[in-house]
């Protein structure tokens, strides 16, 4: 097999492209588990997590969550949903951000549940209804959306008849009509308004809707306090708006307001940030509602967040979209990323901004196919350029290149997804993972048992335990490596044919060497050329080098060192019975032990069982009940095998050069403005 260097691929960057931590999906658990397990995540080192959609299903209170019955219900005590109580997800995002954790909820915008005017309504999926056809259009049906209307007989909904992406129905769900301009007080709240939506008289299922309360004032934001104006068309035609915020602090001075149903949805979506405090959503099947939405989506959510940066400025809502296609310039179109630089953000600039991503199902497509059980199938020409990264050239360049500007790279999900899942996830990882950009890793946590046939199975490593650490040990590489420009180093025949070997470059930071084969080779490739200066010694950082089941050969050597011409020899295992098919080779990191004083007790963790994997914290919290303590650092000496002298050598640039503390997700102790220590990078 001829093979050939290649150089790197990447633009010419102002600054050097550094990974955000990974973010962890996390399924089929109840918010007070995945609150403990806070711990975990922060020592596996993830920086988000995206969690189920939170509110109350119309197919029962078992259902994952995609079938939506009301939005504004997120559960209370005594009629919890699946995963509990709305201050349940309240207490998990303040523990995740204590925790410098984003949150995000699935989110959707498309649908309502399964229950329709059709002759074979359901109430659970598949499970014909013990109610007459009738009898939800009695109950008042979703609440905020109207089922039927005298002059409208699918209400706030599409036909069950129509078709296609924008009116069919996906999935049995019926479909949100979102042109339709139907206007009502969507969440009433006094009796006797001729704007209110039509309300229930007859339950089903033990459910009454569109009821009038006081206390659905708390589902609206006060207008008495001014809101602010958004400029929603900057330029010649400049068009501002008002957006009123939600009253946190006297819920109930929310004032009522006649919208239609695509007006409810942003309300909502609003909500979710300022009064439950998410981060943004996962937005569930993009491309089956109008991309207008996901403007005013834009609208309801810019400048909503409580949660400030560290330079005092808002963080911005982020969103990603599910877009099943794999067509790069398709996909394209849900995504904005158009945040104001810095200058405006210090001039309070107003224009509305949005920054919204898109899940990588053009990277997840090529995966699927060239990463599968036939080694002799596989090829990495067609993974290189398939990101949807690739699609967002600097410059109008036709040359694709990876700078992480665009995409959430996933593996796994809970999805039954056509085709199925990539073989070698391991090696998927491995190569998501340490690309520049966003990356998911799904778990499904089985806290609701092992026969659910949604969702699917996820990453059972996730957070490590009892089925090791191979994931987390690559969201952890990811955390102290995942930097540098990205520089495609190796594939065999460059100019196209086949490939099972990829390596690539974080520059001047790690070395990742894919083997997409399934046999028991290690496949070695010689000159790799790298920017790391000569004889810099990189150490194998994975444990697949000293791993006997990976290489029982002992051929993969445990450090490399950089020759005079700035290149390296790198073997890489194949996946044989381990799937473990790859190496990464980095600079060493300072070593040492934490301590602190004061420590009354220890909440140890869980002994991981096969049991309890998904749900059981692992990790131990020291608890301090004084009013101080001390935090010290202790540094061990760091020494690496030098292949070329064959005797061990001290790194001294791995002692390091200063340590770092932070509490919660980073603390104001000086009162000074701004950050303090605005090193690069």
Known sequence: ?????????????????????????????????????????????????????????????????????????????????????????????????????????????????????????????????????????????????????????????????????????????????????HMFIRNPVEVGNAANIPAGTEPAFGRLANVPAASNRRFY???????????????????????????????????????????????HSQWMVEVIGVDGFRIDAAKHF???????????????????????TIKPVYSFSEILDGNKGFVQTFIKHDLPNPVAIAQNDFTVRGNRDALDFPLFFAMRDNLTGNGFANNWHNIRGASQ?????????????????????????????????????????????LRPGNANVYLNAKEFGNGRNFPNNGKVDALGGFHGETITTLVDIRNTHGRGNFHERWIDNPGGGFSNIYIYERENSAIVGLNSRNDTFVET?????????????????????????????????????????????????????????????????????????????????ATPTAANNGTARLGDIDVIRANSFQVQLNTTPVSLYDPELEMMVRDFDADGDTALIRINDGLDLNNIAGIDNPTPG
């Not at 992406?165 to 949100?176: E, H, K, M, W």
């Open 1 to 181: 097999m001829g093979v050939a260097l290649v150089s790197g691929c990447s633009g010419t960057a102002s600054a050097q492209s550094v990974s955000a931590p990974a973010t962890l999906q996390m399924f089929e658990a109840k918010w007070r588990t995945i609150e403990d397990r806070q711990v975990d995540l922060f020592y596996s080192g993830y920086g988000a997590m995206w969690l189920p959609p939170p509110t109350r299903a119309d197919s029962g209170d078992q259902s994952v969550g995609y079938d939506v019955y009301d939005r504004f219900d997120l559960g209370r005590p005594r009629k919890e949903t699946l995963y509990g109580t709305e201050e349940g997800l309240k207490s998990l995002v303040r523990a995740a951000h204590a925790s410098n954790v984003a949150v995000y909820t699935d989110h959707i915008l498309n649908h309502a549940g399964f229950s329709d005017l059709g002759p074979d309504s359901t109430d659970t999926k598949g499970t014909p209804s013990t109610a007459d056809d009738v009898t939800f259009a009695q109950s008042g049906g979703y609440p905020g959306l109207a089922i039927t209307l005298p002059n409208d007989i699918d209400g706030d909904f599409h036909s069950s008849f129509a078709s296609g992406d924008l009116n069919g129905r996906l999935s049995n769900l019926v479909d949100i009509a979102q042109e339709k301009t």
């Open 221 to 267: 934001p006060d207008q008495a306090d001014g809101g602010i104006q958004l400029d929603v068309d900057p330029g010649p035609g400049q068009f501002l708006i008002t957006r009123y915020d939600f009253n946190v602090d006297t819920p109930l001075a929310g004032d009522a307001v006649i919208e239609k149903a695509e007006q409810l949805l942003m309300r």
């Open 290 to 312: 109008p991309t207008n939405t996901l403007t005013l989506l834009d609208q309801a959510v810019y400048r909503a967040s409580n949660r400030l940066n560290h330079d005092g």
């Open 389 to 433: 990264d690739s699609q967002d050239r600097p410059g109008g360049s036709q040359v694709w290149h990876t700078d992480g500007s665009q995409g959430m790279s996933f593996v796994d999900s809970h999805d039954h997804l056509p085709g199925g899942f990539p073989f070698l996830k391991n090696v998927a990882y491995a190569y998501t993972l």
């Open 525 to 605: 490739r010689n000159g790799v050329q790298t920017l790391f200066a000569p004889n810099t010694i990189l150490v194998e950082l994975t444990g697949n080098a000293e791993d006997p089941v990976v290489d029982p050969g002992n051929v993969i050597p445990q450090t490399v060192k950089v020759n005079g011409s700035g290149q390296v020899n790198i073997s890489i295992p194949s996946n044989g019975t381990h799937g473990r098919g790859y190496v990464i080779y980095g600079l060493a990191t300072p070593q040492g032990t934490l301590s602190l004083t004061n420590v009354a007790d220890v909440l140890e963790g």
